[in-house]
């Protein structure tokens, strides 16, 4: 037995004891109201099923009518989010998450974002918030070699970044409940992809501003909602990316967020955070969802020799359809990263001093 098999037959028997339990108690009760406005004016976006790693589940998106945040409704439960997140970043898929968030993919793409801050400031100490194994400020150190940068995440893989010398000091925890001792210590902080995952957007920027110290600057960047990418893929965009993402902020209603926190708003730009994958990423959600991996330990029914060596042959069969995708998406991507079928965007805020 290979030891990716002998990893998937030990963890089989803990997830079938849990999913036998049901699904349903991951989730929250439903909302009634915005968490970002109050409104009750609600409408579904998007129900789906878990397409990144297939476990059994159901999730769905609501959008508020009057301030078009869109949120998980009901949202998942710590306990919920520990299930779905387990073996994504870490365990089983560990080596399949180092390859797309790695260096060896996102080298240019971190080194850009170095260089859109460097324009406002030479920071003495940067915080990346969600560092995971701490690859971006790696990456920012060649552009802005004296700067001392720092990583907070909630797994290990923030120790293992200060061990390999990618980030030189290691914050392992919640934002939100580290900021009181961190209070004042940094002039440039970051949250890539990082508030659509958080529970309260809102109180991570809070704590973001007692970190910063006044005229120190935060970079964010998030999926963009109103990306028309959404409503052409539906349920197979995968920035939705369910069931982690629980948050989609339009861009205006988190300019008005940051000014009503005591921040500047510097910069805005959909260009350069697009990441032209979206065809690309739609191909292969939508053939994992029919032709999922036969050997998840989430599995009920173990798969044939048969089953197997049929999938392995859809696979490559489906191989010119994932070629013309890719395609697309390089040629599309000057063009598109200009127009509103841009997947994400950027903002730079500069803390404004406190009131006296």
């Not at 990423?281 to 089953?307: E, M, N, V």
């Not at 489906?318 to 079928?341: E, G, N």
């Amino acid at each position: 037995m290979s030891a990716s098999a002998q990893a998937v037959a030990e963890r089989r028997p803990a997830y079938l004891t849990e999913l036998a339990q049901g699904t349903e108690r991951f989730h929250e009760p439903r909302r009634p109201d915005c968490p970002w406005c109050g409104s009750t004016k609600l409408r579904t976006r998007l129900r789906t099923t878990d397409l990144l790693q297939h476990k059994p589940g159901t999730f769905t998106l609501d959008q508020c009518r009057s301030c078009a945040h869109s949120f998980q409704n009901p949202r998942l439960t710590p306990e919920g989010l520990n299930f779905y997140y387990r073996d994504f970043y870490d365990g089983l898929r560990a080596d399949q998450a180092e390859k797309i968030f790695g260096p060896q993919t996102s080298t240019r793409r971190y080194a850009a974002r170095a260089r859109a801050l460097a324009r406002f400031m030479e920071p003495e100490s940067w915080l990346d918030v969600g560092t995971g194994h701490g690859h971006f400020p790696a990456v920012a150190k060649e552009v802005l070699p004296y700067t001392a940068f720092d990583g907070l995440d909630i797994s290990d893989g923030v120790e293992e970044g200060r061990r390999e010398g990618r980030v030189d000091e290691a914050h392992r925890g919640f934002l939100t409940d580290l900021a009181p001792q961190l209070a004042g210590r940094y002039d440039a902080m970051s949250m890539f992809h990082y508030l659509e995952h958080s529970l309260d957007p809102r109180e991570e920027l809070k704590a973001a501003h007692r970190v910063l110290r006044p005229g120190g600057h935060l970079m964010i960047e998030v999926p963009d909602p109103e990306s028309r990418y959404a409503k052409l893929l539906g349920k197979w965009w995968v920035s939705y990316f369910q069931p982690q993402h629980l948050h989609f902020i339009p861009l205006a209603n988190l300019r008005t967020e940051l000014r009503a926190l005591g921040y500047t708003v510097v910069s805005v730009d959909r260009r350069e955070p697009h990441v032209p994958l979206d065809l690309t990423a739609a191909c292969a959600l939508l053939l994992g969802h029919y032709l999922p991996d036969a050997d998840d330990p989430w599995r009920t029914k173990i798969p044939s020799d048969f089953q197997r060596k049929l999938r392995q042959a859809l696979m490559y069969t489906s191989a010119p359809a994932f070629v013309a995708a890719y395609a697309a998406d390089q040629l599309l991507a000057p063009l598109v990263s200009r127009t509103r079928f841009s997947n994400a965007y950027r903002v730079i805020a500069r803390r404004d001093p406190d009131a006296s």
